[in-house]
């Protein structure tokens, strides 16, 4: 049985077929009809031709009316299905479908499906409607925030994208509509069909679309609106509807180094990501993968988040991890977060005594004050201190080796050459942290030319004159201000801010920092009517720069002479920072590359990385010009603990030797599920055209209504339209003569 389908609020516009008729009815009744004597001659010659003449306006009447029926059809855009008229009409429809495949579209939906099950069964019966013998192509676009196209353009090739949906599971990586629709962007521009598309299809997670405010969104708007001005356009909801979602969104140390026979504390974040309270929670911490705790967390409120403590004390030195895993939820990818860490026997530090003693009193050293605040903790002398400092006079200096080294020091030194400062700069470059106490033994005439250098060199601004005079103590006096609490190195002071206050400085260098690089970084500055900069850091290649513009010791400053162990705190903290860098490279997220330094004496022609569930890959060392070796793998794509291993250099048979641990992450806020509506989106994007549904089954929603793709019947309308009015022209030129 033939089916015809046409848009059926088109059909109201058949109503201008009757205006030719209406014309035709009133011209009849125009004229009055007064008979006179000259006229019967004329209407007696009309009476013979009256007949041929109203054959001819009826045949008029007909074409006109058939030219505003066929008008009126073609925009309708009328097709026929399963139908052996069907073949006349080709559609040659370009649907082009992308996919959300995310890991927040595997939360369940529903009681048994998730997102991504309603998107595939979405997909399915948009493919059904394709007639590839007749035009119709289809390109397939899978999207996180790496979006892959599939294209299956002929029989064959639908049936492998019906195949692949069928397997398709989620990514790790997180959603990204901007990057996705920019990928159909370049299929829409080289498509030559006449007809197109576009559904996108996702769970509409908030956190996957440009905030209005944010720098591209301008961007992504003109993409957008070109789409929708190009295609039909369809955004399709499949998320469920009052989304939900646990989430180990955070696991970290409470120090920044870990060393061997001290108890570590760690901080387990757990984040509730919907709108209503969860009680009961049950957080589990492990150690190489051994549990060591469990902890029940009595309640979560809505949209926020509890933090669970564990503590651990390692015995051995070397590559660890732990995790933190919570039980079961909708969404399973986040409900376990990992954190690699290297134990540390012993960090070495290298301190360049600028200032030694005299006759041998070691207290009154330069460093002196520096060197006891690194074996001290809150715990006093209780517990052995895991930095272990070599004080050093400036001669000897010149001779050291600085790759042994996990931090160099240098506390008011004043003499440098281009030798030592070209050492310095490839240990920086190369990973390492170098910290640089002022005062006034300090050439600053020097400094600018061998370790500022314009801005190319290590010290990250340009040394001025001295500010603030010893001899005038009483009206000399600066303090901390414009202070940023949340570096790290003032982590002991974001609950006690008011020790800040007691920091008290009479002299310090001046410094000018260019602000405006991204390198650089002013921590502190004093309260002086320039604030200068107190305390600044520099990225410098791999490594990290430091700069206490005032001296270690207590000739500029008290800060040594507090009671309350201020000093300390802060000494001990920039010393976890400065050590921390290997944190940046050994836990990251999914997608982001793993990445570390080789050491010359660790350097190996071969290095063995397995990933949690996949087979080894093998590494060689990149030389990088001024950095050393590093080793790099950017496939990512596996949540869990990559093991780095070094082959042995002969062929003597030893097993590998384990160098390193690496974690890697779901992001976090892919676990926040909370969704954007369709009026937000109508709000944001005023002048874009789309249609907003409903994958699932909802009481009140926009259900999606998945029609057959329209054909190119329109064509052959407009076709005949164009026929109708050459042959309506015809008839009436034609007429005309006749009269």
């Given amino acids: 049985m033939e089916k015809f389908f046409v848009n059926p609020g088109m059909l109201w ?14 011209n009849k009744q125009r004229y009055k009809k007064i008979e006179w004597a000259a006229m019967k001659f004329l209407l007696n010659a009309m009476k013979k031709t009256r007949r041929r003449l109203q054959i001819e306006n009826i045949l008029l009447l007909l074409v006109r009316v058939l030219i505003l029926l066929l008008l009126v059809f073609a925009v309708a855009r009328p097709f026929f299905q399963s139908s052996t008229l069907s073949a006349l009409t080709t559609t040659d429809t370009h649907l082009i479908v992308v996919l959300d495949n995310s890991f927040s579209m595997d939360n369940k939906a529903g009681i048994k499906d998730t997102s991504l099950d309603a998107a595939k069964n979405i997909c399915q019966k948009l493919i059904s409607g394709l007639k590839i013998e007749q035009g119709d192509q289809l390109s397939l676009i899978l999207f996180d925030d790496r979006p892959s196209s599939i294209k299956g353009e002929g029989t064959i090739q639908l049936k492998y994208v019906r195949d692949y949906l069928d397997n398709l599971v989620v ?16 299929v829409l521009d080289k498509s030559s069909n006449s007809r197109k598309q576009v559904y996108l299809i996702t769970d509409c997670q908030r956190n996957g679309w440009p905030e209005r405010n944010a720098s591209g969104f301008g961007d992504f708007k003109e ?8 295609s039909i356009f369809n955004i399709v909801d499949v998320g469920a509807k009052d989304p939900s979602n646990l989430t180990v969104s955070a696991v970290s140390m409470k120090k920044q180094v870990a ?14 990501n919907g709108p209503s309270p969860v009680t009961a929670v049950g957080v589990n911490f492990f150690v190489d993968g051994l549990k060591q705790g469990a902890n029940i967390v009595p309640q979560i409120n809505g949209n926020g988040l509890n933090v669970v403590m564990f503590s651990h004390t390692f015995r051995e030195a070397g590559p660890h991890f732990v995790s933190a895993k919570i039980d079961a939820s909708d969404l399973e990818a986040d409900n376990e977060r990992f954190l690699a860490l290297d134990v540390r026997e012993k960090v070495s530090i290298l301190c360049v005594d600028g200032d030694p003693s005299p006759a041998g009193y070691i207290s009154d050293s330069e460093s002196y004050y520096f060197t006891v605040a690194l074996q001290l903790s809150k715990d006093a002398f209780s517990r052995h201190s895991v930095f272990a400092v070599d004080q050093m006079t400036p001669v000897a200096f010149f001779g050291t080796d600085l790759r042994s080294y996990d931090v160099v020091v240098l506390a008011n030194l004043d003499t440098l050459t281009e030798e030592k400062v070209a050492s310095l700069e490839e240990y920086v470059n190369s990973g390492g942290s170098l910290l640089v ?3 006034e033994k300090v050439d600053r005439l020097i400094n600018n030319e061998l370790l500022y250098k314009n801005g190319a060199g290590l010290l990250p601004g340009e040394l001025g004159d001295i500010g603030g005079n010893m001899a005038d103590m009483e009206n000399s006096i600066f303090r901390i201000t414009d202070c940023d609490i949340n570096h790290p190195i003032f982590k002991p002071f974001r609950q006690r801010k008011e020790y800040l206050a007691r920091f008290i400085y009479y002299q310090f260098y001046k410094m000018k920092v260019d602000e405006k690089r991204s390198d650089v970084r002013v921590i502190a500055r004093y309260d002086d009517p320039d604030k200068s900069p107190a305390i600044v850091e520099k990225q410098f290649g791999l490594g990290k720069v430091m700069v206490f513009t005032s001296t270690c010791d207590d000739d500029w400053n008290i800060l040594p002479r507090l009671e309350a162990g201020e000093y300390v705190a802060l000494m001990n903290e920039t010393m976890n920072y400065l050590n921390s860098k290997p944190f940046l490279f050994k836990n990251v997220n999914v997608g982001e590359p793993l990445q570390t330094v080789v050491k010359v004496e660790d350097y190996a022609k071969n290095f063995i990385l397995t990933a949690p569930k996949s087979s080894s890959v093998s590494l060689r060392p990149i030389e990088v010009k001024n950095f050393g070796f590093i080793l790099l793998h950017k496939n990512t794509e596996e949540t869990g603990i990559y093991t780095l291993e070094k082959q042995a250099a002969d062929a003597s048979g030893q097993p590998p030797q384990m160098e390193s641990l690496f974690a890697v992450n779901v992001n976090p806020k892919e676990g926040i599920l909370e969704k954007i509506s369709e009026a937000e989106l109508k709000d944001m994007l005023p002048e874009v055209k789309f249609s907003f549904s409903e994958g699932l089954e909802r009481e009140g929603g926009k259900q999606l209504d998945i029609k057959p793709v ?18 309506e022209s015809f008839l009436t030129m034609t007429f005309t003569r006749k009269m």
């Fill in 13 to 26: 516009f058949t109503l201008a077929a009757s205006v030719p008729i209406i014309i035709h009815l009133l």
């Fill in 437 to 439: 106490f002022l005062g």
């Fill in 171 to 186: 990514t790790k990586r997180v959603t990204d509509v901007f990057e996705a629709l920019k990928a159909a962007k370049e």
């Fill in 223 to 230: 993409l957008i609106t070109d789409i929708a001005g190009k």
């Fill in 259 to 272: 060393g061997i026979n001290e108890e570590i504390s760690f901080e387990v974040q757990v984040s509730n």
């Fill in 710 to 727: 329209a054909s190119s019947l329109w064509k052959y309308l407009a076709y005949a339209v164009l026929a109708l009015i050459l042959v």
